[in-house]
């Protein structure tokens, strides 16, 4: 079994600065771990993700994510907001059902960017 | 390589009518998956299928349905519709049904009126 709890339905910075969406997962097994993006009237988009290896992901658009398996958390970041990241963001985990990796999805972050 | 298509991309229906929506993964991809995306619900998984079989379904009634063809394109159907399957329904490719990550198109905008 498996779930995802993002922390916030809404999240909403200043251009400039510093945004954090928050991701906790549970997995039986070891995560996959992904952050997407949608903008309106659009399908999701890739940020990045985690597979193995390397804790801290890099992904599009300046964020990144650190893995942090003792707190089973994925939260995403970077550093300065930017107008354009004003969108709905989705963290996903992988995990094993019946022979496929049918990822499971977090109820998503509305962010907000003020100017 | 083209991305996942998804066709129509907004409809109009009434209630106890049924709808096809279609979707093409993107070439070389074999599994596409079917999601609904609600306000409410958020994103919830419908089927998953691979070599034209299904192979994983959600929580949803049997009046959704779906199949995929041997080009991998696959159709979902919703027969009798209610006022609650407006949603937007969105399609993902991946290569395979490992854990790597899956490819969405733009969505199917469906109204039900």
């Known amino acids: 079994a498996q779930s995802v709890t993002q922390l916030g339905s809404h999240v909403s910075v200043s251009e400039g600065a510093l945004v954090l969406l928050r991701c906790n997962y549970s997995?039986?097994?070891?995560?996959?771990l992904f952050w997407y993006v949608q903008y309106p009237n659009q399908g999701l988009q890739l940020l990045l993700k985690?597979?193995?290896?390397?804790?801290l992901v890099k992904g599009i658009n300046g964020f990144e994510a650190e893995f942090k398996k003792s707190e089973t958390s994925f939260h995403l970041t970077k550093p300065s907001a930017h107008m354009s990241d004003a969108a709905e963001y989705f963290c996903?985990?992988?995990?094993?059902?019946?022979?496929?990796?049918?990822?499971?999805f977090g109820r998503g972050t509305s962010l907000i960017v003020h100017p | 390589k083209a991305g996942v298509t998804q066709t129509p991309r907004y409809l109009i229906k009434t209630r106890g009518q049924q709808v096809t929506l279609s979707c093409s993964p993107i070439?070389?991809?074999?599994?596409v998956s079917w999601y609904q995306q609600t306000p409410g619900q958020g994103l919830q998984f419908l089927f998953e299928?691979?070599?034209?079989?299904?192979?994983n379904k959600g929580n949803f009634p049997g009046r959704f349905s779906g199949r995929q063809f041997s080009n991998s394109r696959s159709e979902m159907n919703v027969s009798t519709l209610e006022l609650g399957d407006s949603a937007l329904y969105l399609c993902?490719?991946?290569?395979?049904?490992?854990?790597?990550?899956?490819?969405f198109g733009p969505g199917t905008r469906l109204t039900v009126l």
């Open positions: 985690y597979t193995t290896g390397a804790t």
């Open positions: 299928y691979f070599s034209e079989t299904q192979r």
């Open positions: 996903a985990v992988s995990g094993a059902s019946g022979g496929s990796y049918i990822p499971t």
């Open positions: 070439s070389g991809h074999r599994s």
């Open positions: 997995s039986s097994v070891p995560p996959y």
């Open positions: 993902a490719s991946r290569p395979d049904r490992g854990r790597n990550e899956q490819f």
